[in-house]
């Protein structure tokens, strides 16, 4: 018996320390966004028309055949979608 609380005393501060090292806040360079590695050329990318090909089940699309979106690039940041 006396062996026992020992070790469930070293347990419990290791269980404390190994714990506290997950709650140590992060740095403040880890709250920003990634950088890009190049541009990114949103109007190649993302302008013109895609037709779907195969999709997944959705109640949202049942019915729906042969289905096409038109992408516009409307500013640098902005891309409108109208799906056909």
């Known amino acids: 018996m006396t062996l ?3 070790a469930a005393a070293a347990l419990a501060a290791g269980l404390t320390i190994g714990l506290s090292a997950c709650v140590t806040a992060p740095s403040p360079s880890e ?3 990634p950088q890009p590695a ?3 050329d949103a109007e190649r990318l ?3 028309r895609w037709i779907e090909v195969a999709r997944l089940p959705d ?3 049942d019915g729906c055949v042969a289905g096409a ?3 516009v690039l ?3 940041s902005r891309v409108d979608v109208r799906d056909t």
Do not use: D, F
Request: aromatic residues 14%.
């Open 59 to 61: 109640r949202l699309t």
């Open 74 to 76: 409307v500013s640098p």
């Open 31 to 33: 709250y920003r966004a």
């Open 4 to 6: 026992r609380l020992p």
């Open 46 to 48: 993302w302008s013109g």
């Open 69 to 71: 979106s038109n992408y």
């Open 38 to 40: 190049r541009a990114v």
